[in-house]
């Protein structure tokens, strides 16, 4: 069965369970808010998984409870027996479906109108749900706490430390080869079961992008949307625990945007952009957190709208709500109970949102982004910390002492004495040059107080994302994989460490905040945060395309939609056949463009290109980047091999037309769907080496054979050939009907002319 | 009522820390600095795994030269381990906890982590609490 769904059930019925004391305190006192809260929140999230579980029956039986719940909260009505009555019948209802589900048993779905129905005011429960089935299908995973996890992770790590003083215990007291095999076994099973155990704890978190494409896309569709999905750094490993308190905010996020973000295609057409609204979810490291963002290219927060809202529900006043900055503006997106959408609808509900994802992700000491443009476009960055997730780091040594740098923002390490690398001092302070790069530069030993080892510094170059600068550093020891945790708040009020943790020779070890150790320095940075901005915007509007460096050196792009893929061929490949490049590859012949003399290397690498039917090469001297095209295109003056140009970091860039290339390598043939007109040809080995190959070329079917043979046009060099065969001589004559056997133009001119015949 | 302590040396006098607040006792072995921390923070090292805070108590109680202990009762506060150096430990045993006399004129820092007063022996033993030797994150700043 399908993981998502498993999960949902375990899900459910746990929380079931927990919500059966709820229940029954909340039908002793219905007034009880908390106990209201927790049912509601318990149908919400049911119904919030049903949809793009695609579970319509237990979708519409918790929103017809949530409804009601709501109402009630609102205080539009009142908590009665008969509510209660009628939401406890659907309450256990979902729970019965929930094992039937599991079970993969039917349920009759007779009786459900009726628990709706007495949803409504003033009904009594005329039905009694059918009663449980008693089907509980075995269950195939357990849930495990975190808390046992954490556990088994510190006995693991005891284990690795016991091994590692009983093989110095024997190598130093006892050395015995039978002792060190079986501790040479013992160490590979330990280091195996530490593996699997740090991976109980790590999970890539494509376990929560995986259910998104689905989900987009039933979401859009159910409002008449559509919304194409991107979903990027799907391998980034995060805690367990971190996952669990990213899923349901990374939903809520997502449906908002789709429900509230992106426009019915009418209003993006009216707006000038493209009717497909484009979501982008996306994680990666940066320095020691984990960034998931969710961009989209929808409307924006429209805040004139929140305040309305806020300031209609007599929640805020509306001349202090106008006095607040833009940011602030936004901001108010997380206020409790807002909606910032006029009608309920079943994918984002009722405001039950983003206050909630705001308290989950500041639960885990993260924080959330918001940056929105009005008619452009929204962008959410979900920060959470690194802490508690397995880093791969480099270790650094200074004087004698280690520290661990987070690999992911190292982008190189260079050695002092390098080729092209130059230290100057600048006043108080050192600047690096890397080749081309200028970069502030901190020695390590002084921001740890610490005494500088003698020999030659290693040069860390790390990028904090407002900037780069050079840790200067005695030496780099090794890279390991760590557990990185918190380190006491005494320490960690330094600023200059992101956390502690256990290596494997057991001696503690800190790991380095690279943000506070240039900002302890005093290195600042300009932030381009604005042309940064304008760039995103840029991007979400054009065409993904191939940039690459063509055989004569200019620089051009295909649009990626018509690339198959690039590769290298050896130029022995190639060959010129009929005035036209033809490359032979994977057992076919296909034409190949190229724009220059490519006969020079021994390979050379060729976009091959396919429009679904035909394939053909492009070759090209090496390919550069995947840029996207923004929409300003200059025309191109006559229709050609290039269909425009543009300009991509200040170059010119002539953009490839694929639709002429293959419009113009079309005639090569293989169009053999279409009825090709055949021409037949006398059985002789001159019309089968010199004409037949030129007939082929030019589009025809060639059969060889004499009289009786279904031919559009027959060619022949019996002079007694009778009808209307197109006769060929060894010497030019007036002749009607013969054509000289070398006059290329005039054969196929006049094969032309008896299809054309045949045809009418 | 009595409660049970721990008889410790801190600093040169006789402490009783009440026993709910002592993890355990051990030998801490080698201690890895932690630049830049405030100076009471001696460092970290491990135990069985997990990695602790040494905290020189001399220094946070304001005595001067560091000590030479090797022995230390961990403490956890707010889920961080600390281990609290000490000169010697001494048992554990029941004691009535008697409010501070009337005029014992306490240094802030002992002031600070006082609790009371237990009778050992006939010879007066100042009870304290260890945790609110822990530096927070305030101090360091």
């Given at each position: 069965?399908?993981?998502?769904?498993?999960?949902?059930?375990?899900?459910?019925?746990?929380?079931?369970?927990?919500?059966?004391?709820?229940?029954?305190?909340?039908?002793?006192?219905?007034?009880?808010?908390?106990?209201?809260?927790?049912?509601?929140?318990?149908?919400?999230?049911?119904?919030?998984?049903?949809?793009?579980?695609?579970?319509?029956?237990?979708?519409?039986?918790?929103?017809?409870?949530?409804?009601?719940?709501?109402?009630?909260?609102?205080?539009?009505?009142?908590?009665?027996?008969?509510?209660?009555?009628?939401?406890?019948?659907?309450?256990?209802?979902?729970?019965?479906?929930?094992?039937?589900?599991?079970?993969?048993?039917?349920?009759?779905?007779?009786?459900?109108?009726?628990?709706?129905?007495?949803?409504?005011?003033?009904?009594?429960?005329?039905?009694?749900?059918?009663?449980?089935?008693?089907?509980?299908?075995?269950?195939?995973?357990?849930?495990?706490?975190?808390?046992?996890?954490?556990?088994?992770?510190?006995?693991?790590?005891?284990?690795?430390?016991?091994?590692?003083?009983?093989?110095?215990?024997?190598?130093?007291?006892?050395?015995?080869?039978?002792?060190?095999?079986?501790?040479?076994?013992?160490?590979?099973?330990?280091?195996?079961?530490?593996?699997?155990?740090?991976?109980?704890?790590?999970?890539?978190?494509?376990?929560?992008?995986?259910?998104?494409?689905?989900?987009?896309?039933?979401?859009?569709?159910?409002?008449?949307?559509?919304?194409?999905?991107?979903?990027?750094g799907a391998d980034v490993e995060l805690d367990r625990e971190m996952i669990e308190v990213l899923r349901d905010p990374l939903v809520h996020i997502v449906r908002?945007?789709?429900?509230?973000?992106?426009?019915?295609?009418?209003?993006?057409?009216?707006?000038?952009?493209?009717?497909?609204?484009?979501?982008?979810?996306?994680?990666?490291?940066?320095?020691?957190?984990?960034?998931?963002?969710?961009?989209?290219?929808?409307?924006?927060?429209?805040?004139?709208?929140?305040?309305?809202?806020?300031?209609?529900?007599?929640?805020?006043?509306?001349?202090?709500?106008?006095?607040?900055?833009?940011?602030?503006?936004?901001?108010?997106?997380?206020?409790?109970?807002?909606?910032?959408?006029?009608?309920?609808?079943?994918?984002?509900?009722?405001?039950?949102?983003?206050?909630?994802?705001?308290?989950?992700?500041?639960?885990?000491?993260?924080?959330?982004?918001?940056?929105?443009?009005?008619?452009?476009?929204?962008?959410?960055?979900?920060?959470?910390?690194?802490?508690?997730?397995?880093?791969?780091?480099?270790?650094?040594?200074?004087?004698?002492?280690?520290?661990?740098?987070?690999?992911?923002?190292?982008?190189?390490?260079?050695?002092?004495?390098?080729?092209?690398?130059?230290?100057?001092?600048?006043?108080?302070?050192?600047?690096?040059?890397?080749?081309?790069?200028?970069?502030?530069?901190?020695?390590?030993?002084?921001?740890?107080?610490?005494?500088?080892?003698?020999?030659?510094?290693?040069?860390?170059?790390?990028?904090?994302?407002?900037?780069?600068?050079?840790?200067?550093?005695?030496?780099?020891?090794?890279?390991?994989?760590?557990?990185?945790?918190?380190?006491?708040?005494?320490?960690?009020?330094?600023?200059?460490?992101?956390?502690?943790?256990?290596?494997?020779?057991?001696?503690?070890?800190?790991?380095?905040?690279?943000?506070?150790?240039?900002?302890?320095?005093?290195?600042?940075?300009?932030?381009?945060?604005?042309?940064?901005?304008?760039?995103?915007?840029?991007?979400?509007?054009?065409?993904?395309?191939?940039?690459?460096?063509?055989?004569?050196?200019?620089?051009?792009?295909?649009?990626?939609?018509?690339?198959?893929?690039?590769?290298?061929?050896?130029?022995?490949?190639?060959?010129?056949?009929?005035?036209?490049?033809?490359?032979?590859?994977?057992?076919?012949?296909?034409?190949?463009?190229?724009?220059?003399?490519?006969?020079?290397?021994?390979?050379?690498?060729?976009?091959?290109?396919?429009?679904?039917?035909?394939?053909?090469?492009?070759?090209?001297?090496?390919?550069?980047?995947i840029v996207t095209l923004p929409e300003d295109v200059a025309d191109p003056v006559v229709p050609g091999l290039v269909s425009g140009v543009t300009l991509i970091d200040g170059e010119p860039v002539e953009i490839v037309d694929p639709?002429?290339?293959?419009?113009?390598?079309?005639?090569?043939?293989?169009?053999?769907?279409?009825?090709?007109?055949?021409?037949?040809?006398?059985?002789?080995?001159?019309?089968?080496?010199?004409?037949?190959?030129?007939?082929?070329?030019?589009?025809?079917?060639?059969?060889?054979?004499?009289?009786?043979?279904?031919?559009?046009?027959?060619?022949?060099?019996?002079?007694?050939?009778?009808?209307?065969?197109?006769?060929?001589?060894?010497?030019?004559?007036?002749?009607?009907?013969?054509?000289?056997?070398?006059?290329?133009?005039?054969?196929?001119?006049?094969?032309?002319?008896?299809?054309?015949?045949?045809?009418? | 009522?009595?409660?049970?302590?721990?008889?410790?040396?801190?600093?040169?006098?006789?402490?009783?820390?009440?026993?709910?607040?002592?993890?355990?006792?051990?030998?801490?072995?080698?201690?890895?600095?932690?630049?830049?921390?405030?100076?009471?923070?001696?460092?970290?090292?491990?135990?069985?795994?997990?990695?602790?805070?040494?905290?020189?108590?001399?220094?946070?109680?304001?005595?001067?030269?560091?000590?030479?202990?090797?022995?230390?009762?961990?403490?956890?506060?707010?889920?961080?381990?600390?281990?609290?150096?000490?000169?010697?430990?001494?048992?554990?045993?029941?004691?009535?906890?008697?409010?501070?006399?009337?005029?014992?004129?306490?240094?802030?820092?002992?002031?600070?982590?006082?609790?009371?007063?237990?009778?050992?022996?006939?010879?007066?033993?100042?009870?304290?609490?260890?945790?609110?030797?822990?530096?927070?994150?305030?101090?360091?700043?």
């Amino acid at each position: 069965m399908d993981e998502l769904l498993q999960e949902f059930i375990a899900e459910t019925r746990e929380t079931l369970e927990a919500l059966a004391g709820e229940i029954v305190a909340w039908e002793a006192d219905p007034t009880d808010r908390a106990r209201l809260d927790a049912i509601f929140r318990f149908v919400h999230t049911v119904k919030g998984s049903c949809g793009f579980l695609d579970l319509p029956r237990l979708a519409r039986l918790s929103h017809a409870a949530e409804d009601v719940l709501a109402a009630v909260r609102d205080g539009r009505r009142p908590a009665d027996r008969m509510l209660v009555n009628a939401v406890l019948a659907v309450v256990d209802r979902i729970g019965e479906l929930v094992e039937a589900i599991d079970a993969q048993v039917a349920l009759d779905d007779s009786g459900e109108d009726l628990l709706i129905a007495a949803l409504a005011e003033g009904r009594e429960i005329v039905v009694q749900a059918p009663s449980p089935t008693g089907h509980r299908a075995a269950t195939r995973s357990v849930r495990l706490s975190v808390d046992l996890l954490d556990r088994m992770m510190s006995g693991m790590s005891d284990m690795v430390l016991a091994r590692n003083e009983l093989a110095r215990r024997v190598r130093d007291e006892h050395p015995d080869p039978a002792l060190e095999a079986a501790l040479e076994r013992l160490s590979a099973t330990v280091a195996d079961m530490r593996e699997t155990v740090t991976r109980t704890r790590m999970q890539k978190i494509d376990t929560l992008f995986t259910a998104l494409p689905r989900m987009v896309r039933d979401t859009a569709a159910s409002l008449g949307k559509s919304v194409t999905v991107t979903v990027e750094g799907a391998d980034v490993e995060l805690d367990r625990e971190m996952i669990e308190v990213l899923r349901d905010p990374l939903v809520h996020i997502v449906r908002n945007s789709i429900d509230h973000g992106i426009e019915t295609p009418a209003a993006r057409r009216a707006a000038g952009k493209r009717e497909n609204g484009r979501l982008t979810v996306s994680a990666r490291q940066a320095g020691n957190q984990i960034i998931v963002e969710i961009i989209d290219d929808g409307a924006g927060i429209d805040t004139d709208r929140l305040i309305a809202k806020l300031a209609g529900a007599g929640a805020r006043n509306d001349r202090d709500l106008r006095a607040l900055s833009e940011r602030q503006k936004l901001d108010l997106i997380f206020e409790p109970g807002l909606s910032a959408k006029d009608e309920v609808t079943e994918i984002s509900g009722r405001g039950v949102g983003m206050d909630i994802v705001r308290a989950a992700i500041e639960g885990i000491g993260g924080r959330i982004e918001l940056d929105s443009r009005r008619g452009q476009g929204l962008r959410i960055a979900i920060h959470v910390p690194l802490t508690l997730s397995i880093i791969p780091t480099i270790i650094v040594g200074v004087g004698d002492q280690r520290f661990a740098i987070p690999r992911q923002a190292i982008e190189e390490i260079v050695s002092e004495d390098a080729e092209a690398i130059r230290i100057d001092r600048v006043g108080s302070a050192a600047l690096a040059t890397v080749r081309d790069r200028r970069l502030p530069l901190i020695d390590l030993s002084d921001s740890m107080d610490l005494p500088r080892a003698d020999g030659t510094r290693m040069l860390v170059i790390v990028g904090i994302g407002i900037g780069s600068y050079v840790i200067a550093v005695d030496t780099v020891h090794d890279t390991e994989e760590l557990v990185i945790k918190p380190a006491a708040p005494a320490i960690m009020a330094c600023g200059l460490f992101a956390g502690q943790t256990l290596p494997d020779n057991g001696c503690p070890m800190l790991m380095l905040d690279c943000s506070g150790l240039a900002a302890d320095a005093g290195l600042t940075f300009v932030r381009e945060a604005e042309a940064e901005d304008s760039d995103t915007v840029a991007e979400t509007l054009g065409v993904d395309a191939l940039l690459f460096r063509d055989i004569d050196g200019r620089l051009r792009a295909i649009p990626l939609a018509a690339v198959d893929r690039v590769e290298t061929v050896a130029t022995e490949r190639i060959g010129t056949t009929g005035g036209a490049l033809r490359l032979v590859v994977d057992d076919q012949i296909i034409p190949l463009v190229a724009g220059g003399d490519w006969t020079a290397a021994p390979a050379i690498d060729v976009v091959r290109m396919t429009d679904g039917v035909l394939e053909m090469g492009y070759a090209i001297a090496e390919a550069l980047d995947i840029v996207t095209l923004p929409e300003d295109v200059a025309d191109p003056v006559v229709p050609g091999l290039v269909s425009g140009v543009t300009l991509i970091d200040g170059e010119p860039v002539e953009i490839v037309d694929p639709f002429w290339l293959f419009a113009s390598a079309g005639t090569g043939g293989a169009a053999a769907d279409t009825r090709q007109p055949v021409c037949a040809i006398g059985r002789d080995p001159w019309l089968r080496g010199f004409v037949a190959p030129m007939l082929a070329r030019a589009g025809y079917r060639v059969v060889e054979g004499g009289v009786g043979v279904a031919a559009d046009a027959v060619l022949t060099l019996d002079p007694t050939a009778s009808g209307d065969a197109i006769r060929l001589t060894d010497s030019r004559s007036d002749a009607p009907g013969c054509i000289y056997r070398y006059d290329r133009d005039a054969i196929l001119s006049a094969v032309e002319t008896r299809i054309a015949g045949a045809r009418r | 009522m009595k409660d049970l302590f721990l008889i410790a040396h801190i600093a040169g006098r006789t402490v009783a820390i009440a026993s709910e607040q002592v993890g355990s006792v051990v030998d801490i072995g080698e201690v890895t600095p932690v630049p830049r921390a405030p100076r009471l923070v001696r460092g970290l090292a491990t135990l069985r795994s997990r990695v602790v805070t040494v905290i020189d108590t001399r220094i946070a109680l304001g005595v001067d030269g560091e000590g030479t202990a090797a022995r230390a009762v961990i403490v956890r506060v707010d889920g961080h381990d600390y281990a609290m150096l000490v000169d010697a430990l001494d048992d554990v045993s029941a004691f009535a906890l008697h409010p501070l006399a009337n005029g014992t004129a306490l240094v802030r820092e002992w002031r600070a982590i006082a609790t009371g007063i237990v009778e050992r022996d006939g010879e007066p033993v100042l009870a304290i609490d260890l945790t609110r030797l822990v530096p927070r994150a305030a101090m360091a700043a």
